[in-house]
C-alpha cells in the first residue's frame, strides 16, 4: 500500500512541476520586447561608439577629440539567438570637410542620408570651431523619429603641425582634410567620404555594399572623372600622373581605412614603396606647382602607380554636371537614373544648371514627417519641367528615376510600420 501512494505522490509532483513549465513558457513568449526600425523599443542606449563601419573598426579615432564630439541616442535591439533577424546591425561611417559658407550644403547633403537610410550610420562631421555649436543645434532639432536613425560626432579641423597652414589652403579650405583621416580616425575600419555639395537619390546602404566587392589589393572606390575622353580635364591639361584614361573624381570615395594604414605604395620619389602618411608630404613637396584640383590630384597620383588599390563604379553613383551640360554622356544613368548627386561647380546656389538647384532646393525645402511624395517629388517634378531649356534639364527624368523609387520604399516602410 506504501508503495502505490509514493507511485501516486511522484504521479502528483511531476504533474505540478510541468504545469509550472507551461505556464512559465507562456509567459516568456507575451513579454514585449526591444526593437529597431519599427518594432516597439523597450530601452534606449548609446549608439556605441567603437562599433565597426565594415569588420574590424571600432568608432571615431580617440586621440584628441573626445572633448569635441556632440552624440545623439540610438534605440538599440537586443540580441536574441533564437531570432536570426537579430543578428548585429552593421553600422556604416560617412565622413564630410565642411568649413566656410558651406554649414547649409552639408546640412543638406545629411538630410538626403537621413531621410533615407536603412542601416545605422555614423556621421563624421569635419568642421571649423565656429560651426561645432550650429551643426549640433540643426541636427539635434530634427524630428526624434529621424534622429534616432544617426549618430555623430563634431571634429576640429586637424593638420599635420608641421605645414598645416599649406595643407589648409590647398585647393579649397580645408578639403585635404580627407586625405588624412585615415590617420585621424585610427579605429575606424571602413569609411564613406564625400563632398558637401553632395546629395543622395537612394539609400547610402547601396554605395556602402561595395566594400563587399573589393577584391584583396583594392583600398578604396571612386568614379572616373569623365566618361568622355574629348572633354575630360586630366587627359588634355594635367601637368601630373593620374588614373586611367581619364582621371578619378574624389567627391564620392570609399575607404578601407584599414586597409590604407597597412598598406605600402608605389610612387616615382623614391625606389622604397611608401607608407600612405609620409607619400602624402612627399607628393605635396613635389607636386604643389603642378596640381589645380588639390587632394584630389594627389589621389589620381596616387592610384596612377598603384591602379591594382582602386575599385571604380559607375557614373551614376557621383553624376556632376558634366555628364549632361554637353549631352547626356552617363549610360549607367541613363540605364537606371542617378543613384548620388554631385553638384559642383557651384551649380546649386547659381542659375546656370536649373536642374541640379531644383532638387537640391527640394531637398533642403522638405521637413521631415511631411509625406515625401506629395511634398518633394511632386512639386520637384514641376520644377525640372521648367528646366528643358538646357542640355541637364532635357534628361530630368534621369533625376528622379531612382529618388521616386527611394520615396517608395519610404511609403512601403511606413505602410509596415517600420
Avoid at 558651406?102 to 545629411?110: G, I, S, Y
Avoid at 533615407?116 to 569635419?126: C, G, T, V
Avoid at 589589393?217 to 572616373?224: E, H, L, R
Amino acid at each position: 500500500m506504501r508503495r502505490y501512494l509514493r507511485v501516486l505522490l511522484g504521479c502528483i509532483l511531476f504533474s505540478f512541476c510541468s504545469i509550472l513549465y507551461v505556464f512559465s513558457q507562456l509567459a516568456a513568449s507575451l513579454e514585449p520586447y526591444d526593437g529597431w526600425m519599427g518594432r516597439k523599443p523597450q530601452q534606449r542606449t548609446a549608439f556605441p561608439w567603437g562599433e565597426s563601419g565594415h569588420g574590424v573598426g571600432k568608432g571615431a579615432g580617440k586621440a584628441g577629440l573626445e572633448d569635441q564630439h556632440w552624440s545623439n541616442r540610438y534605440i538599440m535591439r537586443k540580441a536574441d539567438a533564437s531570432d536570426p533577424s537579430n543578428t548585429p546591425v552593421e553600422t556604416m561611417h560617412l565622413a564630410v570637410v565642411a568649413c566656410g559658407e558651406r554649414l547649409e550644403e552639408t546640412v543638406t547633403m545629411l538630410k538626403s542620408v537621413v531621410l533615407f537610410n536603412i542601416k545605422p550610420i555614423q556621421f563624421h562631421i569635419f568642421a571649423e570651431d565656429n560651426l561645432h555649436i550650429k551643426f549640433k543645434d540643426i541636427l539635434d532639432s530634427w524630428l526624434e523619429s529621424y534622429r534616432l536613425k544617426f549618430n555623430y560626432t563634431v571634429h576640429s579641423i586637424t593638420f599635420p603641425s608641421g605645414n598645416a597652414a599649406e595643407w589648409k589652403k590647398l585647393f579649397k579650405p580645408c578639403a585635404s582634410q580627407r586625405l588624412f583621416l585615415p590617420i585621424i580616425l585610427k579605429d575606424v575600419d571602413s569609411l564613406l567620404y564625400v563632398d558637401t555639395d553632395i546629395l543622395f537619390l537612394q539609400p547610402v546602404d547601396e554605395i556602402w555594399s561595395f566594400f563587399r566587392e573589393f577584391n584583396s589589393t583594392q583600398i578604396a572606390a571612386m568614379a572616373p572623372e569623365h566618361e568622355e575622353p574629348s572633354i575630360g580635364w586630366y587627359n588634355r591639361f594635367a601637368r601630373h600622373p593620374f588614373y586611367g584614361k581619364t582621371g578619378i573624381n574624389s567627391g564620392v570615395m570609399l575607404m578601407n581605412m584599414t586597409r590604407i594604414r597597412k598598406k605600402y605604395f608605389k610612387n616615382d620619389m623614391t625606389t622604397a614603396q611608401l607608407q600612405w602618411e609620409e607619400m602624402l608630404m612627399s607628393l605635396l613637396k613635389k607636386y604643389k606647382l603642378n596640381i589645380t584640383w588639390g587632394d584630389q590630384d594627389l589621389l589620381n597620383i596616387i592610384f596612377h602607380y598603384n591602379p591594382e588599390s582602386l575599385f571604380v563604379f559607375p557614373c551614376h553613383w557621383n553624376y556632376r554636371p558634366d555628364h549632361c551640360i554637353y549631352g547626356s554622356n552617363c549610360k549607367s544613368a541613363e540605364e537606371g537614373g542617378i543613384f548620388i548627386l554631385h553638384g559642383n561647380r557651384g551649380v546649386y546656389h547659381d542659375h546656370k544648371q536649373p536642374a541640379f538647384k531644383a532638387i537640391y532646393q527640394a531637398i533642403q525645402q522638405y521637413t521631415f514627417g511631411d509625406d515625401p511624395v506629395h511634398s518633394l517629388l511632386y512639386p520637384l517634378q514641376q520644377e525640372l519641367r521648367k528646366t528643358t531649356h538646357t542640355y541637364c534639364g532635357k534628361v530630368h527624368h534621369l533625376f528622379t528615376k531612382q529618388l521616386q523609387k527611394s520615396l517608395g520604399m519610404i511609403q512601403d516602410r511606413v505602410s509596415r510600420g517600420r
